[in-house]
């Protein structure tokens, strides 16, 4: 058990809250640590923190938040945030419904470590497909579906900007040694 300024918690998670400029992280933080709303907040520079204690099944939890930037300018800077976090919630503004263009793909990568594997494929797959993602499992160890996932994902940008048709590489098909 840890003890600080009195409050006594048996875990400290570090959350950090990711998003836009304008997201409402900010607001979103201070509603859950002091029960206020600011309409009128200002841009967080860099980086806020705040804590809250709250029970997780029956165990006295501090929650350190961890209030992100959202202007590119601090970029470098929050990827330092990441550091030692064990969640993350990413705000995207609901009225806010532009396509970002972004082509994404989750890749489940040490497939060869298949005793260890925590995760069965048909979890991530659903996940992707819930999400809006591509998929496929590599191992960087024995280079399965390396070059499959860097030439469907470009195969896939590829369709978005042509608008055409354009066959993906099978999984376990290196298309440079085809």
Known sequence: MAENSGYVYEYL??????GDSGAGKSNLTSRFVHNEYNA??????GVEFATRSINVDGKTVKTQLWDTAGQERYRAIISACYRGAVGALILKEL??????GIVA????NKSDLEHLRKVPTEEAKAFAVEHGLLFTETSAMDASNVEAVFQNISTEVARRLWGQVIQAVPENED????
């Open 13 to 18: 998670f570090k959350l950090v809250l990711i």
């Open 40 to 45: 009128a907040s200002k841009p967080t520079m």
């Open 95 to 100: 009225r806010d419904h532009t396509e970002s």
């Open 105 to 108: 793909m989750l890749v489940g």
């Open 175 to 178: 298309p440079e040694h085809s």
